[in-house]
Nanobody, 121 residues
Framework: QVQLVESGGGLVQAGGSLRLSCAAS????????MGWYRQAPGEQRELVAN???????NYLDSVKGRFTISRDNAKNTVYLQMNNLKPEDTAVYYC???????????????WGQGTQVTVSS
């Protein structure tokens, strides 16, 4: 199996920073795109940022200039550095990765368990 384990969420005041980490482990052959989604109460899950295996990145407009996504391929880990946080960033943040495993040799989406980010005003 493959697992994604997230860490780094918490409570922070507006203007503060947090860094999320997500490590993939298990029977991994390769990882293509890794990314972060978020879901606020009563809202649909939305893509925050993603990065492919060539380090091309994509961001939600509202986080451009404040959030930075990066990855460490040797550690199968993706990071999300969040600066100048705003109350509207409050949500559960989910890690996502497109992984080809050594059992099926087929790519599929995997999700982390989610980590809460709360920004107080």
């Amino acid at each position: 199996q493959v697992q994604l384990v997230e860490s780094g969420g918490g409570l922070v005041q507006a203007g503060g920073s947090l860094r999320l980490s997500c490590a993939a482990s298990g029977i991994i052959f390769s990882i293509n795109t890794m990314g972060w989604y978020r879901q606020a109460p009563g809202e649909q899950r939305e893509l925050v940022a993603n990065i492919n295996d060539n380090s091309w990145t994509n961001y939600l407009d509202s986080v451009k200039g404040r959030f930075t996504i990066s990855r460490d391929n040797a550690k199968n880990t993706v990071y999300l550095q969040m600066n100048n946080l705003k109350p509207e960033d409050t949500a559960v943040y989910y890690c996502n990765a497109d992984i080809k495993d050594t059992l099926t040799w087929l790519p599929r989406d995997y999700w982390g368990q989610g980590t809460q980010v709360t920004v107080s005003s």
